[in-house]
């Protein structure tokens, strides 16, 4: 379990356009699979960072299984995988593996049978590897680290289809089986909400929305609807509604919106619509709605 | 974490380096014996050709001592490599300790090999082949005017080997300051060039004048052992003094060969006089120049790098170790003055000798403000007493076999 209270970090704060990257954030990551989405510059990778201990907070506290971040046993207790993670030149796949287990205890056999499952070859330097299976290699690597704690950072961007059907198997199994708590931030929305249980949402350093996605799903409800008027959500907004998208496919306007009680009512009455119905939620545009929501601070208002 | 395993891995990294060291300092200094062995070793008045071989020596390990620790702390330097090194469960001072330690001991198990092997080799070179050098050494053994055992130039590098380890350790640990304090490799590179400069001068303008007003007041200009703590005080200054003479141009005297220079002869004429003081300005300018441009290169992580600790000075007690090259200079320009003096000298050599332990002790506890310290501290504390007592010993030996011979 990760424990963030009141974590605060600005880069260049000498400069006269400071970045606020976390601000005064405070959070929890449980046992189980999160996701964690944002804008680009939201602070994802910041956040991953800090909790790493990579960079210095400015201030805040972060605790690992009770313990402080820097501690050697919080560390020992956390793997932090980075959107480009560090393998010493001219190692092979095997190699940068052993060069991991100096640090974390490792599981080989664990290692060696994902590694055949995806056909990684082990034998070969990773400097001729591809991008994905570049990445394919440090995830399984992760995967195979014995530590209570993974943060995943871009952790599903550049893996073909296949590998990744594998490696959201193996998160779901590293948190069933080994009750794991895994961190994963990624643009890849569709794999974050096929597999995680909780979503945090950041936005400019802030904390937006942390829930589990069942709830995030009673919030929000779609519409689709065809009207001869034009239907634009600054309109449905000055009403009082929170609208978290508005996307006009041809004729066909759909809307996923905050639920508030009379907006059906309302919509019938402005806009006699010839077409009016709820439609299901996906997955990616619950996630994609949220993050709307965020950026719009509309949850704020 | 498998701390045991980590040194390992960390030292087979770094053998192509240390591998690569140990082979072109042995392969010039080697050559540098062979060439010179009719000096080298003997008890000769052509200076610079009996001590080539050190100066060679010196001037590898020296450079690598200054550039290896490089290695050391190229994890800085590179956001992919910091931010891994950054989160392994081991604290960034135990982790840099480590580093640092295996560079040390590997380049003092370096150098004692290369060190001792050419000794060995220009000792059967001129003994075991009746060298004319070893004979000229037994004729001056056997002349009742002469003060000194053929075996004695080969005892005499005993303390000596001690001093140089204690320079080597010194100038590493300032190094490793030095480049602590670098973000980014070239960052690096100018803050070791600049404090190299800085401590040179600096120690130029301390050492050079007292040595200067103590060979004016005790000694006479012809004295052979002058020639001997001039050319030490040379070779003990580094790579940096060599371009302290380059610099200071107008002075004939320092840019002379050893064998060619008395310091004495500095203060001969006025003219000769302020070019010394002039000299002595120069280096105490140069020196404040090279710390004001230390502190404009020191800044925080900027760019990829942000966010991260900042001047990584930490967990470095730097002043008991520059101290420590203060020190070693100062006892490496002594030594020779010591073994080629009376017994009185003994005794100063002695008092310097302790009192510098004295005082290295008390600015460690200083630098920690407290008087109980962790286990690494004393293992320091007992390194340091170790080498005095060993440099103590050495040549005490040394001057003794000297003495039962007068």
């Not at chain 2, 940096?240 to 002379?256: C, D, P, Q, R, T």
Request: hydrophobic share 50%; aromatic share 14%.
């Amino acid at each position: 379990m990760i424990e963030i209270h009141s974590l605060d970090k600005t880069f260049d704060k000498d400069s006269a356009a400071p970045v606020h990257a976390v601000n005064h954030l405070s959070l929890s990551f449980q046992e189980g699979i999160t996701g964690l989405v944002g804008e680009n510059g939201a602070g994802k990778s910041t956040l991953f960072r800090l909790i790493a201990g990579t960079i210095q907070k400015d201030e805040g506290e972060i605790l690992i299984d009770g313990s402080l971040n820097d501690t050697p046993k919080a560390r020992q207790s956390l793997f932090f995988l980075p959107d480009v993670p560090y393998a010493p030149a001219r190692y092979t796949a095997f190699q940068t593996a052993e060069f991991y287990s100096l640090f974390y205890p490792f599981d080989f056999s664990l290692f060696q049978q994902l590694t055949k499952k995806v056909n990684l070859p082990l034998e070969r330097k990773i400097s001729t590897y591809s991008k994905g299976m570049r990445r394919q290699l440090f995830l399984l690597i992760a995967f195979s680290v014995q530590c209570q704690n993974l943060l995943l950072d871009e952790a599903f961007d550049g893996l073909d289809p296949l590998v990744m059907e594998l490696i959201r198997e193996e998160v779901v199994r590293l948190a069933l089986d080994q009750k794991k708590t895994i961190v994963i931030s990624s643009h890849n929305i569709d794999s974050i909400q096929r597999i995680a249980d909780s979503l945090t949402i950041l936005y400019r350093g802030q904390l937006s929305e942390q829930n589990n996605l069942s709830d995030m799903s009673e919030e929000l409800v779609k519409y689709q609807l065809i009207s001869a008027q034009e239907i634009r959500a600054e309109d449905l907004e000055k009403l009082g509604y929170r609208i978290a998208s508005c996307h006009i496919s041809g004729s066909i306007v759909s809307l996923i919106v905050v639920k508030k009680e009379g907006f059906e009512e309302d919509i019938k009455q402005l806009y006699s619509p010839t077409l009016f119905e709820k439609v299901p939620l996906e997955g990616s545009e619950l996630v994609t709605a949220e993050m709307m929501l965020a950026r719009k601070g509309a949850r704020h208002e | 974490m498998n701390k045991r395993e980590f040194i390992r891995w960390q030292i087979k990294e770094w053998l192509p380096l240390l591998i690569g060291y140990g082979v072109i300092t042995a392969i010039f200094y080697w050559l540098a014996s062979y060439y010179g062995v009719d000096e080298f070793l003997s008890y000769s008045s052509r200076v610079a050709s009996s001590v080539t071989p050190m100066i060679v020596i010196c001037v590898f390990t020296f450079l690598a001592t200054a550039f290896i620790p490089l290695a050391i702390f190229s994890y800085q330097t590179n956001r992919v490599r910091a931010d891994f090194y950054d989160q392994i469960p081991l604290r960034d001072k135990e982790l840099r300790r480590i580093r640092i330690l295996i560079v040390l001991i590997s380049i003092l198990i370096i150098f004692t090999i290369v060190f001792w092997v050419g000794i060995l080799l220009t000792y059967l070179h001129q003994v075991v082949l009746n060298h004319e050098a070893y004979r000229r050494l037994l004729e001056r053994g056997a002349d009742p005017n002469e003060f000194v055992p053929y075996y004695f130039q080969y005892v005499y590098y005993i303390p000596l080997f001690f001093l140089l380890v204690l320079g080597i350790v010194a100038h590493y640990f300032t190094c490793v300051f030095f480049l602590s304090l670098g973000n980014r490799v070239w960052d690096c590179i100018l803050l070791l060039v600049l404090g190299e400069l800085l401590l040179n001068f600096a120690l130029q303008a301390i050492l050079f004048p007292a040595y200067v007003v103590y060979a004016e007041t005790f000694t006479s200009s012809d004295s052979s052992f002058l020639r001997y703590i001039n050319d030490f005080m040379r070779l003990s200054f580094g790579f940096g003094y060599y371009l302290a003479v380059f610099l200071s141009f107008f002075s004939e005297n320092i840019a002379k060969t050893p064998s060619d220079s008395s310091v004495p002869s500095l203060y001969q004429n006025s003219a000769q006089t302020a070019v010394f003081y002039i000299n002595v300005i120069a280096f105490l300018l140069i020196g404040l120049i090279c710390a004001w441009l230390m502190l404009f290169v020191k800044k925080d992580p900027a760019g990829e790098l942000a966010g991260k600790a900042g001047a990584r000075n930490r967990g470095i007690a730097w002043i008991p170790h520059l101290f420590m090259l203060f020190a070693g200079f100062v006892m490496a320009g002594a030594t020779q003055l010591v073994i080629y003096s009376d017994g009185v000298l003994i005794v100063v050599f002695c008092f310097v000798l302790a009192s510098w332990a004295v005082i290295y002790f008390l600015l460690l506890f200083a630098s920690r403000s407290t008087i109980r310290f962790a286990k690494q501290d004393w293992i320091r504390v007992a390194i340091v007493a170790g080498m005095v007592f060993l440099i103590c010993l050495s040549t005490g030996i040394a001057y003794g076999i000297m003495r039962s011979y007068r």
